[in-house]
């Protein structure tokens, strides 16, 4: 059903895929992401500048921490009864966000560069 | 163009322009079909199986390269009417040059390809085709869609190939003895 030609067609585009897969994500997050409080801007940090893992002590009555390291910020410890702010895990792409409701306390990642708009096909 | 004379006593070229004209609309109702598929969660925005591609592939091998560009001119202008300015153009450009393509790979002497390669190249020069245009309407950017353009543009490729294995005979049928 395959002919040896097709195989070799198909092949090389697969592993010039696999390749861009492979380049494009390992390209440093270039994000900025904004922390805010009760709908206040607190904090921006630079996620490409981060060399080490840094924790920043927001405090608050639910002492929340929040893990900044290279390319990506999460939140490390809330005393919320939840915990979805620390259960949804390290922000690292331009959109992503994570809230902590108790305390009103967010951190979003907002792209450096203008980001797709949309698709179409 | 024709090899065997009609039952229905009408020339070739009339029996060839319903052929052509008979091929437009079945590329036509397939692209109405796939419009009305819903997204797959799987797939990413844009991903699309190409099912009229199936019947430029075939024009492109049995009625020759005009017939089968004319299809897919026909074919960039409906999806104008029904999907608007941007829409027209992607599949004018994608539709153009696959049928090209798929065409030229027919006609090296040698006939490296099977109806897969085919169908695989057919969809990867659709993909070029409109990625180029997406990233002149828009954003360079569309670059890093290109690896998912590819994979999936060789997923729909092997399909176009095997479904137009199943339906060759049935529009070779038609063609000859309609």
Same mark, same amino acid.
């Given at each position: ?15 010039i895929a ?9 390209? %440093? ?10 709908g ?29 390291? %290279? ?26 966000a ?8 967010s951190?979003?990642?907002?792209g ?10 | ?22 091929l437009?609309a079945?590329?036509?109702v ?36 005009w017939?089968? *560009? ?6 960039? *202008? ?13 599949? *004018? ?19 490296p ?10 969809a ?16 360079p ?32 049928? *038609?063609?000859?003895?309609?």
């Amino acid at each position: 059903m395959f002919k040896k030609q097709d195989i070799f067609l198909i092949i090389p585009f697969l592993l010039i895929a696999a390749a861009l897969l492979i380049w494009f994500g390992s390209k %440093p997050n270039s994000g900025i992401a904004v922390v805010e409080k009760n709908g206040a801007e607190l904090y921006r940090f630079d996620l490409s500048q981060q060399t080490s893992a840094q924790e920043i002590d927001v405090g608050g009555s639910y002492h929340v921490k929040l893990l900044l390291e %290279p390319g990506a910020i999460s939140f490390e410890h809330s005393d919320c009864r939840d915990q979805i702010c620390v259960r949804t895990g390290k922000l690292t792409k331009p959109g992503q966000a994570a809230v902590c409701l108790p305390a009103k306390i967010s951190i979003k990642i907002v792209g450096k560069n203008k980001d797709f708009d949309g698709y179409t096909g | 163009m024709m090899n065997h004379p009609s039952h229905l006593n009408i020339s070739p070229q009339t029996h060839g322009i319903a052929f052509n004209g008979l091929l437009a609309a079945l590329a036509l109702v397939l692209s109405a079909v796939e419009m009305m598929l819903p997204p797959l969660p799987l797939l990413p925005p844009g991903a699309k199986l190409g099912l009229s591609n199936i019947v430029t592939m075939y024009a492109a091998g049995a009625v020759g390269l005009w017939p089968a *560009l004319c299809i897919a001119v026909i074919k960039g *202008l409906f999806s104008g009417i029904t999907r608007g300015f941007t829409a027209m153009l992607m599949s *004018l450009s994608g539709g153009i040059l696959s049928t090209s393509v798929m065409w030229l790979l027919l006609h090296i002497k040698s006939r490296p390809f099977g109806l897969i390669g085919l169908g695989v190249a057919g969809a990867l020069s659709h993909n070029a085709a409109q990625l180029f245009i997406a990233a002149l309407l828009t954003t360079p950017a569309v670059v890093y869609y290109i690896p998912w353009l590819i994979i999936f543009g060789i997923l729909a490729g092997i399909l176009t190939g095997l479904v137009l294995r199943i339906i060759m005979p049935l529009l070779d049928q *038609l063609k000859y003895n309609g």
